[in-house]
């Protein structure tokens, strides 16, 4: 329940053992490979140790090849998975084949060229097709395209769009000459096609004419036959089309017993290319190459025993203070607080030099959850997917691996206050059973009810917002205190505690003493600081005065409005139950048993997935702003050690 030491490494190989080198800090799977930035420091060095080239460009194009054949797998011979079916697992050895992967992008180069083919026959048909739709107006037309006309006489294809009246088109060509005929082939509610006969010698002034009612000449180049003759040539290509792709389809489709194996080889080869990404890392002459990392300082004996197998130089470090913020964060979790790392991933990881805020967090949190989703039933179903997700699926990812585990943890809170509140699926059982008999006074027991005493949820998510106001300010008194700055926690973080206790006091027993001693303390810190600032009798007194009325005015704002935050426990909690008894009352108005059943639970899961998702936008909001904005130091490094990490199978280490 702490961020890992970490420890710096530093690494000169020789050039001949770089990949297995790199292979073997693959398998260990601790180290996180950084540029040699010391040795890059010194001139002479940087001068020698050029950067390392270990074929990414190509490992990428290879990862992305199998990729896209997986793509196009999932298109033409798709797999049925059974949900919430685990990854399958391999060993390291069957993930590090090499045969196996060589036939694999054999396999995955053969679908995409497959898939290239059938991409081109689909781009041909829509040519065709568009072919098809421009030659359909002149089916009419009983005579060959390509016709330009007589000795004398010229034919030639038009059409004007379908508004235009065709006697306007007449008056048009006939203004050019008399000796013109139109002829109407086609017309549909975008157009009409005409055929034009004319003397050779009138046609282009005919064409003329004509273009001043949108008039627009039709030509087929290298179309021979009539437009029936042609869209019948393209009708039997289509049919040809169709039976080439169906073929590759179908080859495509046989080869999807070998799906598992090339998303093992999808893994591999992104494994292939996050180590050519960190060889890439590397720097080097002609014969030895340098690397820096860092690692747990727990797998300082694996490393050590790692290196020994290869002729290299390595020494280990501790990070100096000015490494610090380089320095990656680990954090290391027990089963409880591990699942919190949603939270703070999300927020931010903390500082290599501050704390891991888990252990405070997680009880805060998993407490705040339950107390706003506040229902045995709801409960019961997040405590239900969280064990049946995490004991089949076994989820990997890093956020799904954390998000159920959160999932059951919350649940058992809900469950807890649901039951305290009387409250499964809200007043369900209560309406049903007087449902089935108008004369019972069936009610679950409960020690208080949100809807009738909200005054009392709203008094104890107060007082559960100073008791986490209270935990940050101890934690930041000790941080200062190890830090050597024992009077700046007494006379700020102290003070203030000693103020809000002195309120609380007061409100239950009408004892002043509480706020008189925190009064006292408050000005004898303003004139501490006033007198550390330096300066005559005048100015400390001075100093003191605005210094006491800045922090009253400053922090009885600010506790007071973060304090009140908290009153978003009893909202939600009392939103939940009014929005589920309102769903059941609705079903209970039917007075039939199944309209109410149906109408309850499709209410139930709606407001079963608003709570579910608002209580977690609400309680984080709480940790993150009015919790961690007392102690908290972020800003670290997320540790990305050279893995094998996977998307499709999941690898026994030896």
């Excluded at 273009?211 to 627009?216: A, E, F, I, K």
Aim: negative net charge; contains cysteine.
């Amino acid at each position: 329940m702490a961020i890992v030491k970490m420890k710096k490494l530093r690494v000169i190989a020789l050039r001949e053992q770089r990949d297995e080198l790199m292979r073997q800090l693959l398998r260990l799977g601790c180290v996180e490979v950084h540029e040699p930035e010391g040795m890059l420091s010194d001139p002479e060095a940087a001068e020698v140790l050029r950067p390392e080239r270990a074929g990414l460009a190509e490992a990428r194009t290879r990862e992305a090849e199998m990729d896209s054949a997986l793509k196009v797998m999932a298109r033409y011979a798709p797999e049925k998975k059974k949900m919430l079916s685990p990854r399958p697992t391999v060993s390291q050895e069957e993930f590090l084949d090499g045969e196996a992967l060589k036939a694999d992008e054999a396999l995955a180069q053969q679908i995409n060229d497959w898939d290239g083919q059938i991409r081109r026959i689909g781009l041909e048909q829509v040519r065709i097709r568009d072919e098809i739709e421009s030659l359909r107006p002149w089916e009419a037309l009983d005579m060959p395209l390509e016709t330009e006309g007589t000795k004398t006489c010229a034919m030639a294809l038009a059409n004007v769009p379908a508004q235009v009246d065709m006697e306007s088109v007449a008056d048009a060509a006939e203004s050019a000459t008399e000796l013109v005929q139109l002829i109407l082939v086609s017309q549909d509610e975008q157009q009409k096609c005409f055929l034009i006969i004319t003397p050779k010698e009138e046609l282009a002034g005919v064409l003329d004419a004509m273009r001043g009612v949108g008039c627009t000449p039709v030509t087929f180049p290298g179309v021979t036959g009539t437009a029936t003759d042609n869209i019948d040539q393209r009708k039997k290509r289509l049919a040809e089309l169709d039976v080439e792709r169906k073929d590759l389809e179908a080859k495509i489709g046989q080869e999807k017993a070998k799906t598992a194996s090339l998303r093992l080889s999808a893994d591999r080869l992104a494994t292939e290319a996050a180590e050519a990404e960190a060889a890439e890392r590397l720097r080097g002459t002609d014969s030895v190459v340098a690397l820096e990392g860092w690692f747990p300082a727990e797998d300082e004996a694996a490393v050590t025993k790692c290196l020994n197998g290869f002729d290299c130089a390595f020494e280990f470090a501790d990070p100096t203070e000015d490494e610090y913020p380089d320095v990656p964060v680990k954090l290391k979790n027990n089963p409880i607080t591990r699942p919190l790392n949603m939270v703070t991933d999300m927020y931010a990881l903390p500082a290599y030099t501050g704390m891991d805020p888990n252990p405070l967090m997680a009880p805060f949190f998993i407490l705040f959850y339950g107390m706003m989703m506040a229902d045995m039933g709801y409960g019961l179903i997040m405590m239900l997917v969280s064990l049946i997700v995490v004991k089949k699926a076994k989820p990997r990812g890093p956020t799904v691996r954390n998000m159920f585990p959160l999932l059951g943890l919350c649940g058992v809170s809900t469950f807890f206050f649901g039951a305290i509140t009387g409250g499964f699926f809200g007043d369900f059982l209560p309406q049903l059973m007087k449902l089935i008999n108008p004369e019972s006074t069936f009610a679950l027991p409960a020690l208080f009810s949100p809807l009738d005493d909200a005054l009392a949820v709203l008094v104890g998510s107060l007082a559960l917002g100073i008791v986490q106001i209270l935990t940050g300010m101890a934690v930041s008194a000790w941080k200062k205190c190890k830090d050597g700055d024992k009077l700046s926690a007494l006379f700020e973080e102290g003070t203030w505690t000693v103020i809000l206790i002195g309120l609380g006091l007061f409100a239950a027993l009408k004892t002043p003493i509480g706020l008189a001693v925190g009064g006292v303390m408050l000005v004898i810190g303003s004139a501490y600081k006033a007198a550390k600032n330096g300066g005559g009798p005048v100015k400390i007194a001075v100093s003191t005065l605005t210094g006491v009325g800045g922090s009253l005015y400053n922090n009885i704002t600010g506790y007071f409005s973060d304090i009140l935050s908290y009153s978003r426990l009893m909202a939600l909690m009392l939103a939940g139950a009014v929005i589920a008894q309102v769903f059941n009352t609705l079903g209970g108005i039917t007075g039939n048993v199944f309209a109410f059943v149906l109408i309850s639970m499709v209410g139930n899961a709606l407001n079963f997935a608003l709570n579910l998702l608002g209580c977690f936008v609400h309680d984080m909001r709480l940790q993150c702003l009015e919790f961690f904005g007392r102690f908290y130091e972020d800003g670290g490094k997320p540790f990305r050690p050279l893995d094998m990490e996977t998307k499709f199978v999941d690898i026994v280490k030896e």
